[in-house]
């Protein structure tokens, strides 16, 4: 029999291998085997020997006992997930983007599946990307957007090796595949032709998204979204008018638009083109009523002009700078024109107090003489011939006749030039050279105004019919060519039209220009016969021009916008033939000026 003393060592030492093992069973002291109830693990044996007391004559009884020890089952999901496409941008171009993914995992990362669609994948779901397991995963992932332009979300998961699978996480970006359309490019309102370099520009565009710039250029190349030159805008529909600068020189010039838009797409080019015919703009003087101009051999202007106050005043550049001088200040001045000599000595023919009076430079003055009285010059204009002789047209308004007065043979001789009644206002004279007399006017005696043309010199006239068309003659001018024939340019009352005839051919073929309203033109004929007209188009009041240089009749528009501009033109050729025209601002009471650069 086992001593008391033996059970007690034998049963504590059972104990203790139970509370090694964390777990077993209870039993006897006979031999038994104590299996733990866990998953398959690493097994641990303890061999218990109890001897008894041989003076006692018990026996020796061995105990085995076999503990297993357990691994917990994995059951955490990978953690952490980042999804960012193209490094966070808000916009892309193209449907070819990258995705950083980046997660954690106790165990270890060993898949990722991104998709457009927040649809969770099973474990066993086909798309499931294998990767070299890591406690921290990081990587960047090609990846292709649906078809479509908007906002796109890339959903991304992570599965452990253990088959747990993350929560979603995702990321969105605007995919922006259509370029901007250009709608409308539009310089300098739509016209083939600029007067200024600066233009105006219209410009309309459209995008799916959003327009962030513009780029406006002459060079055909497609710009760079970080050339210089963009110009920062911000609409869904651009809708703007802007100023450009076009390059010197005149010809055909070409402007490229293009669009861009947030996203970084740019539109294709969009062009039109205009023909530049450069003109240059000056304020010359203020509080004018009216104006005369002339042009000296010098290039220099010279100019009469009636002011607010009705005073007659000359100013002049011919020292390099403008100088005014008062020439006749009793009110009440009218109708008046100026001349130049050959030595560039300046006359102003001036009607006052219903005298006709010539002013003409007398020291640091002038002198006034009267030419004529009893209405004398209502309408007048005056020119110099070759010898430094003056010679004047004038409406007789006593007698309503065309008269003509001339210092040629060294004091001043008076004659009707045409004795038909009511003819005569609105003279333009011009010598040719031969010396020989023009003179535009009109005839009204039938009450049917008609342009009329007298050619010769003091005492010897010949008088001609230049347009059949009624109501047709005034606001007129007369020019002549280096062949001195003569070209008129009048206004068609009836037709409100400005018109053109020469005789060039031996009579005279009227035409008209096409000009609506063209009031107060002003012709001149350059070096090779070429015909210049000024003019204002009084529909607008604005101020035009027009040639034949190309063979064919251009017209150009110079002047206007909200002002009454172009009363008074008065167009003069340089020594090189370029264009100056004076004319006046009628809304401010200023005198005007522009030149052909």
């Given at each position: 029999?086992?001593?008391?003393?033996?059970w007690l060592?034998?049963?504590?030492?059972?104990f203790?291998c139970?509370?090694?093992?964390?777990?077993?069973?209870?039993?006897?002291?006979?031999?038994?085997?104590?299996?733990p109830?866990?998953?398959?693990a690493?097994?641990t044996?303890?061999?218990?020997?109890?001897?008894?007391?041989?003076?006692?004559?018990?026996?020796?009884t061995?105990?085995?006992?076999?503990?297993?020890?357990?691994?917990?089952?994995d059951?955490?999901?990978p953690?952490?997930g980042?999804v960012?496409?193209?490094?966070?941008?808000?916009y892309?171009?193209?449907?070819?983007?990258?995705?950083?993914?980046?997660?954690?995992?106790?165990?270890?990362?060993g898949?990722?599946?991104?998709?457009?669609?927040?649809?969770?994948?099973?474990?066993?779901?086909?798309?499931?990307?294998?990767?070299?397991?890591?406690?921290?995963?990081?990587?960047?992932?090609?990846?292709?957007?649906?078809?479509?332009?908007?906002?796109?979300?890339?959903?991304?998961?992570?599965?452990?090796?253990?088959?747990?699978?993350?929560?979603?996480?995702?990321?969105?970006?605007?995919?922006?595949?259509?370029?901007?359309?250009?709608?409308?490019?539009?310089?300098?309102?739509?016209?083939?032709?600029a007067?200024?370099?600066n233009?105006?520009?219209?410009?309309?565009?459209?995008?799916?998204?959003?327009?962030?710039?513009?780029?406006?250029?002459e060079?055909?190349?497609?710009?760079?979204?970080?050339?210089?030159?963009?110009?920062t805008?911000?609409?869904?529909?651009?809708?703007?008018?802007?100023?450009?600068?076009?390059?010197?020189?005149?010809?055909?010039?070409?402007?490229?638009?293009?669009?861009?838009?947030?996203?970084?797409?740019?539109?294709?080019?969009?062009?039109?083109?205009?023909?530049?015919?450069?003109?240059?703009?000056?304020?010359?003087?203020?509080?004018?009523?009216?104006?005369?101009?002339?042009?000296?051999?010098?290039?220099?202007?010279?100019?009469?002009?009636?002011?607010?106050d009705?005073?007659?005043?000359?100013m002049?550049?011919k020292?390099?700078?403008?100088?005014?001088?008062?020439?006749?200040?009793?009110?009440?001045?009218?109708?008046?024109?100026?001349?130049l000599d050959?030595?560039?000595?300046?006359?102003?023919?001036?009607?006052?107090?219903?005298?006709?009076l010539?002013?003409?430079?007398?020291?640091e003055?002038?002198?006034?003489?009267?030419?004529?009285?009893?209405?004398?010059?209502?309408?007048?204009?005056?020119?110099?011939?070759?010898?430094?002789?003056?010679?004047?047209?004038?409406?007789?308004?006593?007698?309503?006749?065309?008269?003509?007065?001339?210092d040629?043979?060294?004091?001043?001789?008076?004659?009707?030039?045409?004795?038909?009644?009511?003819?005569?206002?609105?003279?333009?004279?011009?010598?040719?050279?031969?010396?020989?007399?023009?003179?535009?006017?009109?005839?009204?005696?039938?009450?049917?105004?008609?342009?009329r043309?007298?050619?010769?010199?003091?005492?010897?006239?010949?008088?001609?019919?230049?347009d059949?068309?009624?109501?047709?003659?005034?606001?007129?001018?007369?020019?002549?060519?280096?062949?001195n024939?003569?070209?008129?340019?009048?206004?068609?009352?009836?037709?409100?039209?400005?018109r053109?005839?020469?005789?060039?051919?031996?009579?005279?073929?009227?035409?008209?220009?096409?000009?609506?309203?063209?009031?107060?033109?002003?012709?001149?004929?350059?070096?090779?016969?070429?015909?210049?007209?000024?003019?204002?188009?009084?529909?607008?009041?604005?101020?035009?021009?027009?040639?034949?240089?190309?063979g064919?009749?251009?017209?150009?528009?110079?002047?206007?916008l909200?002002?009454?501009?172009?009363a008074?033109?008065?167009?003069?050729?340089?020594?090189s033939?370029?264009?100056?025209i004076?004319?006046?601002?009628?809304?401010?009471?200023?005198?005007?000026?522009c030149?052909?650069?």
């Amino acid at each position: 029999m086992m001593s008391i003393r033996n059970w007690l060592i034998i049963s504590l030492l059972i104990f203790v291998c139970m509370g090694v093992v964390g777990c077993g069973q209870g039993g006897d002291s006979s031999v038994s085997e104590v299996t733990p109830p866990t998953l398959p693990a690493t097994t641990t044996t303890i061999i218990i020997t109890a001897t008894t007391n041989p003076s006692l004559s018990t026996t020796t009884t061995t105990s085995k006992i076999t503990s297993t020890t357990s691994t917990t089952m994995d059951c955490d999901v990978p953690y952490d997930g980042i999804v960012s496409i193209n490094s966070g941008e808000s916009y892309v171009i193209t449907n070819e983007v990258f995705v950083r993914l980046s997660a954690r995992d106790n165990v270890g990362v060993g898949y990722y599946y991104l998709s457009e669609q927040n649809i969770k994948p099973t474990p066993e779901a086909a798309g499931w990307v294998s990767v070299t397991s890591t406690i921290e995963y990081q990587d960047m992932i090609p990846f292709v957007l649906s078809l479509g332009t908007g906002t796109k979300t890339v959903y991304a998961w992570f599965k452990d090796i253990d088959g747990n699978v993350s929560n979603g996480f995702h990321d969105s970006i605007t995919y922006e595949g259509t370029k901007p359309i250009s709608v409308l490019l539009r310089l300098d309102g739509g016209g083939d032709y600029a007067i200024k370099r600066n233009i105006s520009v219209a410009i309309e565009a459209s995008d799916d998204s959003w327009i962030t710039g513009y780029y406006l250029s002459e060079n055909p190349s497609k710009p760079a979204l970080d050339s210089l030159g963009w110009v920062t805008a911000s609409a869904s529909y651009l809708n703007i008018y802007i100023r450009f600068d076009l390059t010197a020189g005149d010809g055909l010039k070409t402007v490229y638009l293009w669009v861009r838009d947030r996203a970084g797409n740019i539109s294709d080019d969009f062009s039109q083109s205009i023909n530049l015919y450069e003109w240059d703009y000056a304020d010359l003087v203020s509080s004018v009523n009216s104006l005369f101009a002339a042009i000296d051999t010098n290039d220099k202007f010279h100019i009469g002009y009636v002011d607010t106050d009705y005073y007659l005043k000359y100013m002049t550049n011919k020292d390099g700078s403008w100088q005014t001088s008062m020439v006749y200040d009793l009110y009440n001045v009218g109708a008046y024109s100026i001349c130049l000599d050959h030595n560039n000595i300046p006359y102003i023919v001036f009607n006052a107090d219903d005298n006709l009076l010539l002013a003409s430079p007398s020291g640091e003055g002038w002198q006034i003489n009267v030419i004529d009285t009893n209405e004398a010059g209502g309408g007048n204009s005056i020119a110099a011939d070759s010898n430094n002789k003056l010679h004047i047209a004038y409406y007789d308004g006593q007698n309503d006749h065309l008269k003509y007065a001339t210092d040629v043979s060294g004091s001043w001789q008076k004659e009707t030039a045409d004795s038909r009644s009511y003819v005569g206002q609105c003279p333009s004279l011009v010598v040719d050279t031969a010396d020989k007399i023009h003179i535009l006017y009109v005839d009204a005696s039938a009450f049917r105004e008609h342009p009329r043309y007298a050619y010769g010199s003091y005492g010897s006239w010949s008088i001609e019919n230049i347009d059949s068309n009624d109501n047709t003659g005034y606001h007129n001018s007369l020019a002549v060519d280096l062949g001195n024939c003569a070209h008129a340019v009048y206004y068609d009352w009836s037709n409100r039209n400005l018109r053109y005839a020469t005789n060039t051919s031996g009579s005279w073929t009227p035409i008209t220009l096409g000009g609506t309203y063209g009031f107060y033109p002003s012709i001149k004929i350059d070096k090779s016969n070429n015909v210049h007209i000024s003019y204002m188009r009084i529909s607008e009041e604005d101020l035009y021009y027009v040639n034949n240089d190309s063979g064919t009749w251009k017209e150009y528009y110079l002047d206007g916008l909200d002002n009454k501009v172009g009363a008074d033109s008065c167009l003069l050729l340089d020594s090189s033939d370029n264009q100056h025209i004076f004319y006046l601002d009628s809304m401010y009471k200023i005198l005007k000026y522009c030149y052909k650069k």
